[in-house]
């Protein structure tokens, strides 16, 4: 990652800087944890970790660490800090587990458009708006390709609330490729 990528160093930042980005990682993180992609979730997360180290740097006491919440038995603060990093590997570890390059049964014929109107028939039709951002990705359906579908003349998806809904277009698309 270059240096341009990665933002003013930590330590280069004003103490009003310094919190609001700390901030708005903190606030950033679920979204990157669950559409980012595995570069965003490992530049994020070593920004995040490098933003903390510099607050409680200049903050010690701010922190649990240094306000009284540390445990004052040593041994147990210990065995606290092993469990979180050996938490912290097997995320990691699971994260970078690469996924079966077999396609399922008859994904490598299907283009990704109609696998993932399919994929929202099957659920009856609706699906949470995270599901079909997942789903989406799974069968490889880019982007912008799938905000075209929101925008088809007629449109193939619609938007109700956080529901994502297959339209009767969305279904007679399906019904052609049957």
Do not use: C
Request: proline share 5%.
């Amino acid at each position: 990652m270059t240096e341009e990528n990665r933002g003013v160093p930590a330590s280069e930042l004003s103490d009003e800087e310094l919190e609001s980005q700390g901030k708005q990682a903190h606030e950033t993180r679920n979204w990157v944890f669950l559409h980012g992609s595995a570069d965003q979730f490992a530049h994020h997360t070593a920004r995040m970790l490098e933003l903390e180290r510099e607050y409680i740097r200049r903050y010690p006491k701010r922190t649990w660490q240094g306000s009284g919440g540390a445990a004052h038995d040593l041994e147990q603060t210990a065995a606290s800090w092993r469990e979180t990093v050996r938490g912290v590997v097997a995320q990691l570890e699971a994260l970078v587990e690469l996924p079966d390059p077999k396609p399922s049964e008859g994904a490598a014929a299907e283009e990704p458009v109609t696998a993932f109107l399919q994929k929202i028939a099957d659920k009856g039709g609706r699906m949470n708006r995270l599901e079909a951002h997942q789903i989406a990705r799974e069968v490889g359906l880019d982007p912008a390709v799938r905000a075209d579908l929101y925008k088809a003349e007629p449109p193939l998806i619609a938007t109700e609330g956080k529901e994502r809904v297959l339209t009767e277009a969305g279904r007679a698309r399906l019904a052609d490729r049957a």
